[in-house]
Nanobody, 114 residues
Framework: QVQLVESGGGLVQPGGSLRLSCAASGISTSMYVMAWYRQAPGKQRELVAHSSSGGITIYSDSVTGRFTISRDNAKNTVYLQMDSLKPEDTAVYYC????????WGQGTQVTVSS
């Protein structure tokens, strides 16, 4: 059974940082495309960052230069380092794992507010 568990969300002031973690079980992350998505209230879920099994990373224009996706395949964990956070980054952040099927975590809330 595949399980993705996100952690690290919370409330942070504008300009602050957070590091999200996604711990995977039931799969080997080294074989999967791992990604972070987010969904703000009233908006569609959008791709934030993507890490291929070959090490290629892709970021949405809105987070390029501020967010960094990384993975530790030995720990079966993927991270999202978020710096210079803005109020518009407020959303529920979801981890996903894709090879043929796609699996989702339950999400973690990130709120950027003063």
């Amino acid at each position: 059974q595949v399980q993705l568990v996100e952690s690290g969300g919370g409330l942070v002031q504008p300009g602050g940082s957070l590091r999200l973690s996604c711990a995977a079980s039931g799969i080997s992350t080294s074989m999967y495309v791992m990604a972070w998505y987010r969904q703000a209230p009233g908006k569609q879920r959008e791709l934030v960052a993507h890490s291929s099994s070959g090490g290629i990373t892709i970021y949405s224009d809105s987070v390029t230069g501020r967010f960094t996706i990384s993975r530790d395949n030995a720990k079966n964990t993927v991270y999202l380092q978020m710096d210079s956070l803005k109020p518009e980054d407020t959303a529920v952040y979801y981890c996903s794992a894709r090879k043929i099927a796609i699996y989702w975590g339950q999400g973690t809330q990130v709120t950027v507010s003063s």
